[in-house]
């Protein structure tokens, strides 16, 4: 029963390099969200998709890009990651469809040099 | 632009007290709320959710809303080391498909 499964837990990557995070549930929820968790900021949604074949913006989009390869997966492509991009990201998915009950995913350390 | 407002803590408590954790939130149209706990270097974790003004109960949590004083509150009675951790407060955005989470409150209990 792993519920959200995110990879990698950890990453370096210089300025200008591109990644992707993945982010699998076994739990068929319909909503998955992709945020970011930086000091003194708070969560912030970076991405959501409500359902398969939908997404759309979150409150800090710039410099992502998302794409929900099935009703499992949803994956965050950074094409070319800044500094300003290290931070922790979570994958989330939700039983509920306005999103409210979030299970996280552990997190992926990321840090760009 | 939606804001949730929590005392970033830290708040220190002795084992056996009841530990009281404050959140107030910006928009009216808010109807669902929500209290995550997250340990340091951990996701976080739904421990407590409430959609009518009043109180809810769950084992030692309750969460107390009050819609016309926008406040939401989390009460941990007889607090235990292991509470120990942020607790981030979360507010719908009035039917959007986002949560708007405050920066979270650190609690601490002491032994």
């Known amino acids: 029963n792993a519920g959200v499964t995110q990879t990698p837990k950890f990453q370096v990557l210089k300025t200008g390099q591109s990644m992707t995070l993945q982010c699998a549930q076994d739990m068929n929820h319909n909503s998955m969200y992709w945020y970011r968790q930086d000091p003194g900021m708070g969560l912030r949604l970076i991405y959501y998709?409500?359902?398969?074949?939908?997404?759309d913006k979150g409150e800090v989009p710039n410099g992502y890009n998302v794409s929900r390869l099935n009703k499992r997966e949803f994956s965050l492509r950074l094409e070319s990651a800044a500094p300003s991009q290290t931070s922790v990201y979570f994958c989330?998915?939700?039983?509920?469809?306005?999103?409210?009950?979030?299970?996280f995913g552990s997190g992926t350390q990321l840090s760009v040099l | 632009q939606k804001e949730v407002e929590q005392n970033s803590g830290p708040l220190s408590v002795p084992e056996g007290a009841i530990a009281s954790l404050n959140c107030t939130y910006s928009?009216?149209?808010?109807?669902?709320f929500f209290w995550y706990r997250q340990y340091s270097g951990k996701s976080p974790e739904l421990i407590m959710f409430i959609y009518s003004n009043g109180d809810k109960e769950d084992g030692r949590f309750t969460a107390q809303l009050n819609k016309a004083s926008q406040y939401v509150s989390l009460l941990i009675r007889d607090s235990q080391p292991s509470d120990s951790a942020t607790y981030l407060c979360?507010?719908?955005?009035?039917?959007?498909?986002?949560?708007?989470f405050g920066k979270g409150t650190k609690l601490s209990v002491i032994p």
């Open positions: 928009d009216r149209g808010s109807q669902s």
């Open positions: 998709s409500a359902s398969e074949g939908t997404t």
């Open positions: 989330a998915s939700s039983e509920t469809p306005l999103g409210e009950k979030l299970f």
């Open positions: 979360a507010v719908d955005g009035a039917g959007s498909y986002q949560l708007t």
